[in-house]
């Protein structure tokens, strides 16, 4: 397991990508798995840069676990910010035109698209956010 802890600001999602990057090149990651792993990044990462602690900026931790059996990535985010669950909202109606639907919730719902797995609870006074990958 590696873990970057880092200030949730929508400024380091950079670092936190690189990061997790660092450990998928190791382990040979597909191009496709990488770049739907970024854009989770980028959706999760950015929402609790925006949401968990504002107006004020706090704390994130990214960890990032391998399992061999078969070979997948966990990433998990963790904050101390204002408890929310982006699971529980509902999806999208992605049958409707951009102008039809309503703002907000597309990012979420790609992420669980292309993710295997995406879970959340809200223990000890933190947002814990996990997605897996299968590589």
């Known amino acids: 397991m590696k873990e970057l802890t880092i200030d949730a600001a929508v400024e380091n999602i950079e670092k936190v990508t690189a990061f997790v990057n660092e450990q998928l090149e190791l382990l040979n990651c597909p191009i496709k798995a990488q770049m739907q792993i970024d854009i989770a990044i980028d959706e999760l990462f950015g929402n609790i840069a925006h949401y968990a602690y504002n107006p004020e900026v706090g704390p994130a931790t990214v960890r990032v ?3 061999q059996e078969p070979l997948s990535v966990i990433v998990t985010f963790i904050d101390n910010g204002v408890a929310y669950d982006p699971l529980a909202k509902e999806e999208p109606d992605v049958s409707l035109s951009a102008e039809e639907r309503e703002i907000g919730g597309l990012g ?7 993710m295997d797995e995406i879970s959340y609870e809200y223990k000890d006074g933190q947002n814990i956010l996990r997605i897996k990958k299968g590589i």
């Open 65 to 67: 676990d391998v399992l």
């Open 108 to 114: 979420i719902y790609m992420v669980k698209k292309s």
